[in-house]
């Protein structure tokens, strides 16, 4: 019989088909053994969901509930044991919030929900509306697990429908009980409205909707619902253009700038994005062809001409050691020029910059910073954690690790 070590010979690596056919008891005595490495406990106490040997809970519960225990074990011993009612009080004592690890408070906010604790409703809400999927699972999987044991009534009014992640458990709650949830386009909230369009499924009631909706806004999530479904191009376009062909205007974002950026970024914008943004990414004319390649070659030339001595182009990606983003770096001695994937765009650190006009002469495009500070408003992007308007500069030089 292979040991539990020869099933987790490196992190990251498990067997769980190997672990569960190990018997419980073992697994249970080796999740609860401290001396034994905190991945191997968290995999043993994944591969005992639904055979918790009873004679072992007690040790269990201990390391859920010892401050010095790993934050991993505790979480995963939570999704094993935590329904278990001895476990409620220590659950909802505030010492869980204060004195949390990584994860662990929302792992204990989830095994509330499980237990029908309603005191957790309305930061389980919180939870399951994150963008972040992980957080956001975790909270669904609590509110579920909240509506069973003390039914789907009783969490609605606990919540109320004040904060936006409120009306969209009642959104949610409405529509998996079979109900037209389009009025939910209209929420005064842009992150209610988008996550409801996914809901939507009938073309024939989301273009009954776009005709007539509230404001232009709740017609604009119900085109793009729409097509999400249908993917007509044309028909999106005709709604837009009915509509006036709405935009997000920014005072300072010329169209030269503003084609590149909204097409880059408005399929990916967030879920609080102006849904302006987000059409006018698919209905508006395309902007030209970069050739990065060919702008690389004529800036470096540019460069070598006007006796600057350039490095070789290196992606930022490279540049940074990982990640990635939309620009090149060219070296000038001590200055960094950014020559951006979006455009004939230049930068650099100072608007001074001894290569500004030599790229000029070469057709580039030199975002001062005047230009380069123009906030994109309502235009929501992913950067380093945050979900907010960028500023042009940002945008058109973005790198993300």
Excluded at 327 to 335: A, L
Aim: aromatic content about 6%.
């Amino acid at each position: 019989m292979r040991t539990i070590e020869d099933l987790l010979p490196d992190p990251g690596r498990p067997d769980p088909a190997g672990l569960r056919a190990l018997k419980p008891a073992e697994l249970a005595r080796y999740a609860s053994g401290r001396q034994h490495a905190w991945w191997r406990r968290t995999a043993c106490a994944e591969a005992l969901a639904g055979r918790v040997p009873e004679r072992r809970v007690p040790d269990l519960l201990a390391r859920i509930r010892d401050p010095h225990e790993t934050g991993e074990v505790r979480i995963a011993l939570l999704d094993l044991l935590g329904d278990r009612t001895e476990l409620l009080p220590w659950l909802r004592h505030e010492d869980r919030r204060e004195n949390s690890s990584y994860g662990l408070w929302n792992a204990v906010l989830k095994a509330r929900g499980r237990q029908g604790d309603l005191t957790a409703a309305r930061e389980l809400a919180t939870l399951a509306f994150s963008p972040w999927p992980h957080h956001e699972a975790t909270g669904a999987a609590g509110l579920a697990g909240l509506v069973e044991r003390a039914g789907a009534d009783a969490v609605l009014a606990e919540l109320g429908d004040g904060r936006p992640e409120d009306r969209y458990f009642a959104v949610l709650t409405r529509h998996r009980a079979g109900q037209d949830v389009t009025d939910a386009l209209a929420d005064p909230d842009r992150s209610v409205a988008f996550r409801s369009h996914r809901l939507l499924t009938d073309p024939g009631r989301l273009r009954a909707y776009a005709a007539a909706a509230p404001t232009v806004e709740a017609a604009l999530q119900a085109a793009y619902a729409l097509y999400g479904i249908t993917e007509d191009l044309a028909e999106l376009r005709s709604l837009y253009a009915n509509l006036g062909s709405p935009r997000v205007e920014v005072a300072g974002l010329d169209e030269e700038l503003r084609r590149a950026i909204v097409h880059e970024y408005g399929p990916q914008c967030q879920a609080a994005a102006d849904p302006r943004w987000r059409v006018e990414a698919l209905c508006a004319p395309a902007p030209e062809p970069v050739g990065q390649e060919g702008w690389l070659t004529r800036a470096t030339a540019a460069l070598e001409a006007a006796g600057l001595a350039p490095s070789p182009p290196v992606h930022c990606g490279e540049d940074n050691g990982q990640g990635d983003g939309t620009y090149h770096v060219i070296r000038c001695g001590e200055e960094e020029i950014r020559i951006s994937t979006l455009g004939p765009f230049a930068s650099g650190e100072d608007d001074d910059c001894t290569a500004r006009p030599a790229l000029a002469a070469a057709g580039l495009r030199w975002i001062d910073g005047d230009t380069g500070s123009v906030r994109v408003a309502d235009l929501h992007v992913y950067w380093f954690g945050t979900r907010a308007p960028l500023d042009v500069d940002t945008l058109l030089f973005y790198w993300q690790d």
